[in-house]
């Protein structure tokens, strides 16, 4: 029986009831955050609660008990036996239920938050091989920095790169690339790991953070400049990065084969050092 999260209280998934009304469901009207358990330890979850903090903030909605987010985290885990389990851990924190209204209800309602967690498997053949992945136009709104449930552009290319076959879709807007549907992209071009700026064009991943730390860490140069897609024909490398396949090399983009068609010694070297510090971390 799995045990979820739900506005305060931990219950049997089956007796969660969510109202028609709720703002998520209505509106979208709701941010989320995703962490993962790696058997032992949340990787970066401080990361994860500033994130989360952020998201909220930027969507004015107001969630007293943000601060038990990693507590209820580790609940979760533990009330699901997911101990011994890689697990990705959910969270959602929408605007609550109300008459439906654009405005924010007035007075404020408490946020309807719903959590859990649950095991995976990581996909270890496919972030060894590499990915093949398309371009898509960024059909997406103009503030990606927040982590908001409204993903409906993300779903639609991503459904169309599963279609043709490939795993991912890189973003282009207005010509440059900004990042995927659930990951940021990385390119090695003349020896430089390249990604696109913090801004709101994108998404602050929280495995982006922690690859430029190791990348910096690692002596290799590092332009956070946005890259256009017209110089993807120049690029020797490439990876995709997100919380829950880490760092995955990309192979061939639209079809046309990255580098020399396997994952390149930058993409390698990242690898390793990211799972020698989770090694590290489990102690
Ligand atoms: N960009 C987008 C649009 C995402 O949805 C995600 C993760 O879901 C990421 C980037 C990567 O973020 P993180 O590394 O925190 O998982």
């Not at 703002?23 to 990787?43: K, M, N, P, S």
């Not at 004015?60 to 036996?81: H, K, Q």
């Not at 209800?105 to 649950?118: D, E, G, N, Q």
């Not at 103009?142 to 459904?159: A, T």
């Amino acid at each position: 029986m799995e045990i979820a999260y739900f506005n305060g209280s931990f219950l049997s998934r089956d007796q969660i009831h969510i109202s028609p009304d709720d703002r998520g469901f209505l509106f979208a009207d709701g941010v989320y955050e995703v962490a993962r358990w790696y058997e032992g330890f949340i990787y970066d979850m401080e990361g994860h609660m500033a994130r989360l903090m952020r998201s909220l903030k930027e969507v004015r909605i107001e969630w007293d008990d943000a601060d038990s987010f990693p507590a209820v985290a580790m609940e979760l885990i533990v009330r699901n036996n997911l101990n011994d389990k890689p697990s990705l851990i959910y969270l959602q924190v929408t605007r609550g239920a109300a008459k439906r209204s654009h405005a924010f209800p007035s007075p404020p309602i408490p946020p309807t938050v719903y959590a859990f967690a649950r095991g995976f498997n990581p996909e270890k053949e496919m972030i060894s091989s590499g990915i093949n992945v398309i371009l898509h136009e960024d059909t997406r709104w103009s503030r990606c920095d927040i982590k908001s449930v409204s993903l409906l552009p993300n779903i639609l290319s991503f459904q169309e790169a599963r279609d043709s076959g490939s795993f991912e879709c890189i973003f282009v807007r207005d010509g440059m690339i900004t990042e995927c549907a659930h990951s940021n992209v990385f390119f090695v071009l003349d020896g430089i790991l390249n990604t696109h700026p913090l801004s709101e064009k994108v998404l602050a991943g929280i495995t982006r953070k922690n690859i430029l730390r190791l990348a910096r860490e690692s002596g290799i140069t590092i332009s956070e400049t946005a890259l256009p897609a017209s110089s993807l024909g120049d690029i020797s490398e490439a990876f995709v990065t997100n919380t829950s396949f880490e760092i995955a090399p990309v192979i061939s983009i639209d079809g046309k084969i990255v580098g020399k068609g396997k994952p390149g010694p930058v993409t390698r070297l990242l690898r390793e050092k990211f799972d020698a510090e989770i090694l590290a971390l489990k102690g």
